[in-house]
């Protein structure tokens, strides 16, 4: 997974300094990494109680079914464990939305739209306790196929896809760089 600048740092400064954390990002529709190994959300290759923190880096949106995962999730957690939920935050705020591309530019492109927009109740309706939800913005490279491939913007459909690219290229041209957004939260167990 392609990164933005600054956005792994963000992350790793909401990991526990002991125990073991295990990491999962998106790698096909349908599958996750875990550990460098390709895995089904609903089947991680991980004893009962084997982390002490999950972090699930721009994961959910990309997954149809979040809750198996969550589910996967709590079972490998220990009591009292941590997770740390990355996603996108497109346009955060009104200045942002202006000088950024529009969310409805983008179209529904995720493949589960509630992890973007209410990734705190996917975390309580999995039963974690939500501890924290912090959102940064971070500067991303005005070229739409390191947007997507960062996990930052969703690929958008055929109509829109021009329509993107043409303002992706009106960012460019004035600076080099787009806001994109995410979100980190905190559950546990």
Known sequence: MTDIPGLTEWVG???PTTGRTVSITPCD???VTVADVRASPGALLLGDAAADCVVLDRVLPALDRPDALLAEVRRVLRPAGSVVVVVPAP???LGELRRGVRRGLLGAGWAC???VDHPGWLLAAADFAVLGD???VFR???E???LVAAGAWPEP???RRQAVERRVARLAASGGTVPVGFRRLIGRR
């Open 13 to 15: 400064t909401a990991l």
């Open 29 to 31: 529709p349908g599958a």
């Open 91 to 93: 346009g955060r705020s």
């Open 113 to 115: 739209p509630t992890a």
């Open 134 to 136: 912090v959102r940064a």
């Open 140 to 142: 991303g490279p005005a």
């Open 144 to 146: 739409l196929a390191p």
């Open 157 to 159: 459909d055929g109509a």
